[in-house]
């Protein structure tokens, strides 16, 4: 070490000065016995020596205390993501939130999309020619992602989807963009020029995605839950056809203050009771991990849980839920997981089911438009998770006991029956 070379050397510095003083006056083999002990000792000297010596020490404590290489690196949140957002509009841009490890990621069968990082920006000040970003306005917001396309699979991927910001419903959407704000040569596409959209196997490329807000809809994050949404759409054929289609949504954290109230809340199912911001939950009752499986003809379904949740529409779709009693309303949400060990193809948006309530004294249908969106089909040989949602008036299901769930029938890809139509029944927890 460093520190150790000095002390060596102002050691030996001490030593050669307190013998120098006295080679005159004593024999040349006196001064070298002298010199090579390990205890030097000088007539009228030694204070001298003893401050030197003690002098020595605390530098080598301060040097030790210095040396720390197992410091950890401080990361930097303040620094701008991506500068060419100053570069372009020549406006002053101010970090509000960094989010270095969202985990955002879709796998399309091996076709993977994943946001990386991403940061909040306010831009102020920008010139005349960037003033169309923020509709018309000197001001805005921009919300950079790093994201990162990657082809797993054997085959090249098309793939033109996008991610999007989510903030009342379906019809309040912020699209992030591969362009705006970003250089040509930048950009995140293929790079193929008869088909920038057509990603080669074992492609993989990082790019900025920036989503241009204005001051209204920065403001209208506090106010809703917004979600990012990774569209789904990769496809082995140029007509987009047998495609994934599912999508991968997650809770958007745009502060500090928001990701600690998504930490501390419950994690609710996604079903589209929240993934499109239908209505706020709040959870009655839950029980996760369940694991119970039925089999029939091969195919083995599992009840993974079940959540009650007592749910207020958002304003955007109060009237949709008119037909309710006042005093509130009460959605259970049904995760299940399938397993297909048959020879055939099941249509996974073909499966029903009927909550019969009370040894039957009720009757309640699942509501298929509030399950997300997911595969299609499923292939011998695939799994996929199925979520089903059932609506009740509060007033009549605090009268409810008993649940069982009839999970069936099956149906082909062609629409047909399969099984001779038979079904599988879950007793739910209450």
């Not at 403001?219 to 917004?226: F, H, I, M, Q, V």
């Not at 930490?263 to 009771?273: E, I, K, N, S, T």
Request: glycine share 8%; proline share 4%; aromatic share 10%.
């Amino acid at each position: 070490m460093k520190y150790r070379k000095i002390l060596l050397m102002l050691a030996g510095s001490v030593l050669l000065l307190a013998a120098c003083g006295d080679d005159e006056k004593k024999p040349e083999e006196q001064v070298e016995a002298e010199q090579s002990s390990e205890v030097v000792q000088v007539e009228g000297k030694g204070e001298t020596v003893s401050k030197v010596v003690d002098a020595l020490e605390e530098l080598r404590v301060n040097l030790e205390a210095r040396e720390q290489p197992d410091e950890p690196v401080i990361q930097d949140d303040t620094a701008v993501l991506n500068p060419n957002i100053a570069e372009m509009t020549e406006g002053d841009v101010e970090v509000l939130y960094s989010n270095k490890e969202p985990g955002y990621a879709h796998d399309m069968d091996g076709f993977v999309v994943t946001i990386d990082e991403y940061q909040v920006t306010k831009v102020s000040d920008v010139n005349r020619d960037s003033e169309y970003l923020f509709k018309g306005n000197m001001e805005g917001y921009v919300i950079t992602a790093l994201a990162t396309y990657e082809n797993k699979r054997g085959n090249p991927v098309y793939y033109a989807g996008f991610a999007s910001l989510l903030m009342d419903n379906r019809f309040d959407i912020v699209y992030g963009d591969k362009f705006k704000l970003v250089p040509r040569e930048e950009v995140l596409h293929s790079g193929d020029p008869a088909s920038v959209n057509k990603y080669p196997p074992g492609f993989k490329k990082q790019g900025f995605l920036s989503f241009v807000m204005t001051n209204e809809q920065y403001d209208k994050l506090a106010t809703t839950k917004p979600k990012l949404i990774i569209d789904g759409g990769a496809s082995e054929r140029e007509d987009m056809r047998e495609a994934y289609l599912e999508e991968a949504v997650f809770d958007f954290i745009y502060s500090a203050g928001n990701e600690e109230a998504i930490a501390a809340g419950p994690a609710f199912y996604r079903d589209d009771l929240t993934n499109q911001n239908i209505a706020d939950k709040t959870m009655i009752f839950e029980k996760t991990g369940i694991g119970q499986k039925l089999e029939l003809e091969g195919v083995e379904v599992t009840l993974e849980g079940v959540q009650y949740t007592e749910i207020e529409p958002t304003d955007q779709y109060k009237s949709t839920f008119r037909n309710f009693a006042d005093d509130g309303i009460v959605a259970l949400t049904v995760k299940f997981n399938i397993d297909n060990k048959s020879d055939e193809t099941i249509k996974l948006d073909g499966i029903g089911s009927i909550l019969s309530v009370d040894d039957n004294e009720f009757r309640y249908f699942y509501q298929g438009s509030l399950e997300p969106e997911r595969l299609k089909t499923l292939e011998p040989g695939k799994s996929g998770e199925k979520l089903h949602v059932f609506l009740f008036d509060k007033y009549q299901f605090d009268r409810h006991k008993k649940f069982e769930l009839i999970f069936g029938p099956f149906s082909g890809d062609d629409g047909k029956k399969l099984f001779k139509g038979r079904d599988v029944l879950f007793t739910l927890p209450r």
